[in-house]
């Protein structure tokens, strides 16, 4: 890293001398474009800075960034895989960046062919019948999915159903979403090999359930090997089975879900189809459906009469829409674009080598971090400190150390039954060299660890910013510059 001193803002090197580019000032006034009441009364505040100065100061703040460009990024359950650069150019081509969002059907039927299509591949992906685009993140698919399975029970006369069964191996949002679509979350204990316990389920299961809502591979990144007799009863006793597929990179190509008994599930396509997950959007969280659930999807909907593509409002039982226009089409495109380059066998062999990379890392690091849950995961391990050979350390000086060592920290301490969680997703698009790289940056860090327990405790040592002092800083926290 370097020693640039990011701490000053543009402004404080801002000497009154010095200038950038002088533009020629307008032979017009500006006052006679502008209304006399919407001008400024005194100049903006902006700091006198050379071209260079400018420069520099944003190069280098860009700089102190771990980013996907920089560092390997194995946060778990966020799949930061590589995209290939090319459909950030193909998303922002134009006709689709540029486009009017009230401009007339004949305008964007660019646009609504690519949703259509996508919608169309993602069908063939699930086995589902039908998907809308609209949902904007994962979180958004699974309301978007719980609206649809309330309505649906609500269209049966079947009031009562309003609970959620939801296992504690399930992402943080899936009860939060089952709250906010008004229905009552009953969580379930997983078995001690992390997985659904039959006998639980079986406990909860009943008249009142709307939703078994299964995060699948399970966030301690396992496979539901029980799927088929969870789906039988949950179709037994009345209910219906959503899937989280948000990380589907371990299944992509694979195995259909609508084959498991899935009737309804979210894809996050900003973590496994061409766009990375962090950074806070955009995203898009597909939402597919069985048949009995089609008319209960969001409007409008595309439609193809064989020559043109039609937005359509005419359903019976539609929620409604839940995102303006239609959803963010630039991450709608870059899936586009990622699902028509690679045939069946590509997402295959892309879902087996996450699983494999995963696994290598798992079995590599298994004498010194060893996984929770001893058995194949699948595009993530799940790893954790051993206490009895480490007492002194904690995931997050161990995350921190691999900040010093040039690796983006793992996601930690989640999931939450795993104490002490490190949770690595390396992805199908890192090779060998990098894995081999990590898992040598991991010895070192439990080998130190053992033999100078103090470092730990004061990485990263090499970072622009240090280590924090965390408890001041939820103290008083100072919020200002
Ligand atoms: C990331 C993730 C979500 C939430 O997706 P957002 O786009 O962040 O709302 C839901 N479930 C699982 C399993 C996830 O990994």
């Known amino acids: 890293m370097n020693n640039y001193p990011h701490n000053l803002l543009s402004i404080e090197k801002s000497s009154a001398l010095r200038r950038g580019v002088q533009i020629k000032k307008a032979d017009k006034k500006a006052s006679s474009y502008l209304p006399e009441g919407l001008l400024r009364k005194t100049p903006p505040n902006l700091p006198s800075m050379s071209e260079f100065d400018v420069v520099r100061h944003f190069t280098n703040l860009s700089r102190l960034n771990f980013c996907l460009d920089t560092h390997f990024y194995p946060l778990g ?23 009017h969002p009230y401009a007339p059907e004949e ?47 609500r ?26 679509a008004g229905c009552k979350v009953v969580n379930i204990k997983s078995g001690p090999d992390g997985r659904v316990d039959l006998e639980e389920l079986k406990k909860v299961l009943g008249p009142k359930t709307a939703l078994v809502m299964l995060t699948i591979p399970n966030t301690a990144g396992l496979f539901e090997k029980d799927i088929k007799t969870i789906a039988e009863m949950t179709h037994k006793a009345g ?11 371990a299944l992509i190509g694979l195995v259909k879900p609508a084959d498991m008994g899935v009737d309804l599930m979210h894809i996050n396509l900003h973590k496994t189809i061409a766009t990375p997950h962090g950074g806070g959007g955009p995203g898009a969280g597909a939402v597919g459906v069985g048949e009995k659930l089609a008319d209960f999807l969001p409007v409008p909907r595309i439609v193809f009469d064989g020559k043109k593509y ?24 870059r899936a ?45 391990c799940v790893l954790t400190i051993d206490k009895g050979v480490l007492p002194a350390a904690r995931t997050a000086d161990v995350a921190k150390m691999l900040l010093d060592m040039g690796f983006h920290a793992p996601t930690i301490y989640f999931p939450l039954i795993v104490p002490e969680a490190i949770m690595i997703e390396p992805t199908e698009t890192e090779n060998k060299q990098t894995l081999d790289k990590f898992i040598s940056a991991m010895t070192s860090i439990f080998l130190e660890a053992g033999s100078n327990p103090e470092v730990l405790h004061e990485a990263p040592k090499n970072c622009p910013v240090k280590r924090i002092d965390e408890v001041s800083a939820a103290r008083e926290p100072n919020l200002r510059w």
């Not at 150019?89 to 006709?95: A, E, K, M, Q, R």
């Not at 209910?239 to 990179?249: E, P, R, S, V």
């Open 155 to 180: 269209s049966r006369k079947d009031f009562e159903r309003r609970e959620i069964i939801i296992p504690d191996t399930a992402h943080g949002t899936n009860p939060a979403t089952a709250a906010m």
């Open 77 to 99: 359950s966020c799949t930061m895989k590589y995209n290939p650069k090319a459909y950030d150019v193909l998303s922002s081509l134009d006709g689709f960046a540029n486009v």
């Open 239 to 249: 209910a219906l089975l959503y899937m989280d597929g948000a990380n589907l990179n």
């Open 336 to 380: 586009y674009c990622y699902l028509s380059q690679f045939d069946g066998n590509t997402l295959k062999e892309i879902a087996e080598n996450a699983v494999l990379n995963a696994n290598y890392v798992r079995v590599k690091l298994a004498k010194y971090f060893p996984a929770y849950f001893d058995a194949v995961c699948m595009h993530e």
């Open 310 to 333: 039609k937005l359509s409002a005419k359903t019976k039982h539609s929620i409604g829409g839940v995102k303006s226009f239609y959803g963010n089409i630039s991450v709608i495109i």
């Open 107 to 153: 305008y964007v039927q660019g646009t609504l062919s690519v949703v259509y299509a996508l919608q169309n591949q993602l069908k063939e992906i699930t086995g589902l019948y039908d998907f809308t685009l609209q949902p904007a993140a994962g979180a958004h698919g699974e309301f978007t999915g719980a609206l649809i399975a309330a309505a649906y029970h």
